[in-house]
């Protein structure tokens, strides 16, 4: 009812005035910011809320790709440092920009005239909504715009509404996936001051927070992604400061019970553990998974600290991580790394082997031949990736490395400029290759012409063979030896395809265990696999079982999940199980899938999501949507509003298994 | 020493404390009306067929020469959504106990361990013991309805870390009739659990119209309150009303009715 669309074609303005990138992404900011009209809904105390819908073009297809080639990604997954400029201000900010002009070369100066332009136009549209909180008589928004965003933030609900407005102009600045990064470390400074100063008592002050918590969903319908929910809007809790100091603290404990009672999709709640976690944290954070949210996804820092470290990050910088959108571990201020750059396909390396099945004289001389088929696509993917080129973002720039000091655009590269690659379909890979092992090699009860020729029929003709395949073969997530023992071995495949390799930015390849959607994509158009996965069924999602098979149970998935070296491929991908949502029905239950949680941490696991389910409910919410709008699952990375996904989708999480009593 | 079982369940919350592994036993003396788990039943392996997703391909009544499938008259290998399984399974108890260690941890973290269920797990005592004595030292509860010689009861006392005692009806006759047996050699046993130092639960599932009266309830308390020994505490068990489904599959007819609501005292 607020929105409309902006009336300018900006991209043909642009091309006749012949702009620069940077000057056509902080003219569009500009267009946007000016076009928004103040609303102030009744008695809100912390504002923006988005009327201009959608983000025009800034290039015609065609000058885009005569700029950057093929290969452009806008700046997105990034966590800025919004702590900074909120103590300090935006009026400081452009001050130094301002003093760093009188030294500056040409092209530092036009860096830095787009970034006072950028800060003018936030300027300027907080200034018309005070005006506007004024005459509608709302004099708590007025007082704080007062403040903020031109100077610092001295309170808790200024620091508020001053990361409203920046969170609000990156989406407005066109920048993707906005990640919020660790709130509970940034904002608790203020926090407690209000508390312990008597400002605000502690109910005022989660009061606040909760409000705060709304705003993430007021506009996110117009963030982009694949599906409605994927938009990057992830916090992080707890985990330890740069000195390795354990980080939780009371805005922890509450933007875990605030999450709990808003029962919204954002934010995007993870929560940093470690072998010496209390088990009250991991009941907190289970008592937040009952509500069905999907999360809080956990992360442990015993192994991510240390693979960060040995992939190059300082150990400092590597214990302030957070994730990207989904789960991509990154460094805050410090990273224009794009995490999610493509994603490697095990099933695909196995199914070139399939086709001259006959021909392998051993086991081991088929994984061989699996791995070069791995080394092969990394090495295409890697082909394709160097050539990725990244648009400028003045405004996010003010939040990251020292872009200011150093008058450069972020796009233009930070201290980490690494390129992650997930690896999709393990478990899928995993159980054809055990399949073809102890069916051909070792049992010797099948042969290999008939396997390829089975597999290549869809199993049409061969139910027997499907039901021995699928259902009678151990498969990853049973604890069993030998799918355990090659997934460590595909996995450290992976790895060793990446070893090595560099990029176009001056940074490394990652290998991670995320699939983004590519569990979709790459399964719709594969043929059946010597597991027993039909043609066309869709792999699992991250890191877990393959999504037609039924393990042991949640202890055997965790075992066998836990076995390979996670800390070599840390680029993130959680193990993903689902609970039926009865599991979580009294304290007893809660405390049991907490305990489960702290021993996969303890086992070394890196990251995990879980969701409380029942399929009863998501097929009634197929059939009847109108009586399910506010049911929530996990999709890949992100939660969403079931009723809102594509079927597919939504059959997706249907079909994976769920733990019951 | 070989036992026959039908499942072996992960993180099973309802069985005792911490993260738990359930064993379930096949074979049991009673039968209850009511009875959750009619695949427990007998001691002989059987076919259970889930009915939910069946295609009715037919793929399954085609003749077949697997061996494991003719003492069932049915094809457990075509079926191309797996619908078809076999309960009960033959294994050795210290393979069995090799499996459930590999777990540990988790029963350690967590204060938890591993329950032996069913069925009934003292009919088959001898596998008990040993499966018992081979999970030393992780916490292991025995769940048992209590029918059994009280030589075999005592040899479980001192075998596991706690007991928990299903005790269904307080009167003799009325325990004949929804059980099938009579209900003296389960409280004797009770008395020698009682007597024992051992831990124990007493459990009492809520059967609409047959003993969820406060009357029986009061006499249910009143039997364990006498001599209370070690109780940890009584729980109540509320009815699982999806019970009928597995008597579907395992082609048992389910006999138990329950009262509609108006019906109820």
């Keep these: 009812m607020y929105r409309r669309k902006l009336d300018r074609c900006l991209w043909k303005e642009f091309d006749e005035k012949g702009l620069t990138p940077i000057e056509r992404t902080t003219e569009r900011l500009k267009a946007m910011l000016k076009e928004e009209k103040p609303v102030l809904l009744p008695n809100e105390r912390i504002a923006y809320l988005r009327t201009v819908s959608e983000l025009p073009q800034i290039y015609s297809d065609s000058e885009k790709e005569r700029v950057f080639g093929k290969n452009v990604w806008g700046v997105g997954n990034v966590c800025p440092d919004y702590g900074s400029t909120i103590s300090v201000g935006l009026e400081y900010q452009r001050n130094r920009c301002m003093e760093k002009m009188k030294t500056a070369d040409e092209k530092q100066k036009l860096f830095l005239r787009c970034v006072v332009d950028s800060i003018d136009a936030v300027l300027d549209l907080a200034a018309r909504y005070r005006e506007e909180a004024r005459r509608v008589g709302n004099d708590t928004v007025a007082s704080l715009l007062e403040q903020v965003p031109a100077k610092g933030a001295r309170t808790f609900h200024e620091a508020l509404q001053f990361l409203r407005i920046l969170h609000f102009t990156l989406w407005c600045e066109g920048e993707n996936h906005n990640c919020i990064g660790r709130f509970d470390q940034f904002m608790y400074p203020y926090w407690e001051k209000d508390i312990q100063e008597g400002r605000l008592t502690e109910e005022e002050a989660f009061s606040l927070l909760e409000e705060f ?45 605030a999450s709990r009672e808003l029962l919204m999709i954002d934010p995007k709640i993870n929560l940093r553990v470690d072998g010496r976690t209390p088990a009250d944290i991991y009941m907190q954070g289970t008592l937040l998974t009952k509500a069905g949210l999907g999360f809080p996804q956990y992360a442990n820092d015993d192994v991510v600290i240390d693979g960060l470290v040995k992939l190059g990050y300082s150990l400092e910088d590597a214990r302030d991580y957070t994730v990207a959108a989904c789960w991509e571990f990154i460094i805050p201020r410090w990273g224009m790394e794009i995490p999610n750059i493509d994603a490697l396909n095990y099933p695909k390396a196995v199914e070139a082997c399939v086709e001259k099945l006959e021909t392998y004289a051993s086991f081991d001389e088929l994984m061989a031949d699996v791995k070069i088929n791995m080394q092969k696509q990394a090495d295409s993917l890697i082909e394709e990736a160097n050539k990725t080129q990244i648009m400028p973002a003045p405004f996010i720039s003010i939040m990251m490395d020292d872009c200011i000091e150093r008058a450069a655009d972020i796009s233009e590269g930070s201290r980490y400029n690494n390129y992650g690659l997930h690896g999709v379909g393990l478990s899928t890979a995993v159980d054809a290759l055990t399949s073809i092992r102890l069916h051909i090699f070792e049992d010797k009860d099948v042969t290999a012409s008939e396997m390829k020729k089975a597999v290549q029929e869809d199993f049409a003709r061969n139910p027997e063979l499907l039901h ?138 890196h990251q995990m999501q879980l969701n409380s389910v029942n399929r009863d409910i998501l097929l009634d919410a197929q059939a009847h949507p109108e009586n399910h709008q506010n049911l929530i699952v996990r999709v890949w990375g992100w939660s969403a509003y079931f009723v809102q996904l594509d079927k597919k989708y939504q059959d997706h999480v249907i079909a994976r298994q769920e733990f019951k009593w | ?223 364990v309150s006498k001599n209370r020994g070690n109780l940890e505490k009584i729980d109540f068990m509320p009815y699982n009303p999806f019970a009928q489904a597995k008597y579907e599959m395992v082609d048992i007819p389910f006999l138990y009715e329950k009262p509609r609501d108006n019906d109820l005292s």
């Design chain 1, 213 to 257: 918590f709304t705003t993430f969903n007021r506009d996110h319908d117009l963030y982009p992604g694949v599906q409605q929910g994927d938009n990057g809007q992830s916090m992080m809790l707890g985990g330890c400061d740069r000195e390795g100091r354990p980080a939780f603290n009371s805005l922890s404990s509450a933007c875990l019970k």
């Design chain 1, 468 to 605: 021995l395949l699928r259902y009678e073969t151990p498969k990853f997530g049973d604890a069993e030896e030998i799918p355990d023992q090659i997934a460590c071995e595909l996995l450290l495949g992976f790895v060793d395809c990446l070893k090595g390799k560099k990029n176009n930015r001056g940074g490394i390849y990652r290998p991670g265990t995320g699939s983004a959607m590519y569990y979709m994509w790459f399964g719709e158009e594969m043929e059946a696999t010597p597991g027993g996965r039909r043609r066309g069924e869709p792999l699992e999602t991250n890191y877990a079982p393959a999504l037609y098979v039924r393990n042991k149970g949640p202890l055997s998935v965790i075992q066998s999940f836990t076995k390979p070296d996670l800390e070599k491929a840390i680029n993130g991908g959680p193990l993903t199980m689902e609970f039926h949502d009865t599991v979580f029905r009294n304290e007893d239950g809660i405390r049991k899938v907490a305990s489960l949680v702290q021993a996969f941490v303890q086992k070394g696991g």
């Design chain 2, 1 to 223: 020493m070989k036992g026959v079982i039908f499942d072996s369940k992960e993180f099973t919350v309802h069985d005792g404390p911490g993260i738990r592994t359930t064993v379930f036993f096949k074979g049991c003396p009673l039968r209850c009306l009511w009875c959750h788990n009619p695949e427990g039943l007998s001691p002989e392996p059987q076919l259970m067929v889930s009915q939910n997703g069946c295609l009715h391909c037919e793929a399954c009544r085609q003749p077949c020469s697997h061996p494991q499938c003719q003492p069932y008259g049915r094809c457990i290998l075509a079926c191309p959504k797996g619908l078809l399984q076999i309960a009960g399974k033959t294994v050795e108890a210290k393979e069995l106990a090799r499996e459930l260690l590999k777990q540990r941890e988790f029963f350690e973290i967590s204060g938890g361990g591993v329950t032996l269920s069913g069925g009934e797990p003292l009919m088959q005592p001898d596998f008990l013991c040993e499966l018992l004595d081979e999970l030393h030292p992780v916490h292991r509860i025995v769940e048992t309805c209590g029918y059994a010689a009280p030589e075999i009861f005592a040899r479980i006392l001192g075998r596991c870390d706690a007991i928990y005692l299903d005790i269904k009806h307080p009167d003799e006759e009325m325990h004949m009739r929804v059980t099938g047996k009579s209900n003296r050699l389960i409280l004797e046993n009770l008395h020698q659990l009682q007597d024992s130092n051992l831990p124990y639960v007493i459990r009492v599932p809520l059967i609409p119209g047959i003993n969820d009266t406060r009357e029986i309830l009061e006499k249910i308390i009143l039997l």
